[in-house]
């Protein structure tokens, strides 16, 4: 947990309003004015950033400030970014920005970012009070799946009997039909999985978003926003679907965090 939501009386950036001329601010996410970061919330950089906010009204910017010298994108910079906003998410409604938002000042952060955006932004928290991306996953078993293929698939058998034992160089043809039967079925097995699990969480009404595959063996990639505090109804949801999947998909669950997959909320600079 990063991040605390505390009582806060009256509005602007706080004690720590300067910025120096070698120095800009890091943008992570924007959250109500009442959240206030932990002291051991800490940021991109090396060492780590502390955290503050610039606040505006009802809604606040979680920031910290980088140097101007240090190029970002560092893996463990996308951890920092990532752990402070799936931290935050646990305890206050938060609209993560994409990894790489800075902006000049903190004056900057409260006048372009969040100054006459209020009304949108406050609304934006609200419908996200109380919700958090999950992800789920999962990967086919690539033994059982194969021939879970050339059980249901007789050209796919046949092929396969062509290839036993054969040099590659004189079953090239064959080895390439077979793989296009493999990859065909697959990408059909795939999408017939994908709604089996959308249909097992259906009872939670979550969000959706079915995202592309990582590697061909994936059965399942979906990102649901749902409410955090039915984490452990879909823990149990999805290990009944993985015991019915037993050996066939190895399922995992990411999360809870920040709801990236659900915000369309424009970062510094894009304008609108």
Sequence with gaps: MSTDRTEQNGNGTGSDAGTGSDAAVYVYGIVPS??????????VGEPPAEISVVRSGRVAALVSE???????????????????????????????????????????????????????LVSALEQLDGLAQFVVKGRYVERTILQEILDENTDAAQL???????????????????????????????????????????????????????????????????????????EDALRELAQEWENRVDLNLLGPMAAYDFITKSDPGEGG
């Design 160 to 234: 396969r009997e062509q290839i036993r034992g054969q040099s590659e160089d004189a079953t090239r043809e064959a080895r390439m039909a077979l793989g296009e039967i493999i990859n065909a079925t697959i990408e059909s097995k795939r999408a017939e999985d994908t709604r089996r699990t959308v249909e097992a969480l259906e009872s939670f009404d979550p969000m959706v978003n079915e995202r592309p595959p990582t590697h061909e063996q994936d059965a399942v990639h979906i990102a649901v926003l749902m409410k955090l505090d039915e984490q452990d109804r879909l």
């Design 34 to 43: 009442d959240v206030e970061p932990e002291d051991h919330a800490r940021g």
């Design 66 to 120: 980088i140097p101007l010298d240090r190029p970002l994108g560092t893996p463990d910079d996308l951890t920092a970014h990532a752990e402070l906003l799936d931290g935050t998410v646990t305890v206050a409604p938060v609209l993560p920005l994409r990894f790489g938002a800075v902006l000049t000042d903190r004056d900057a952060v409260a006048s372009e970012l969040l100054e006459g955006h209020e009304e949108e």
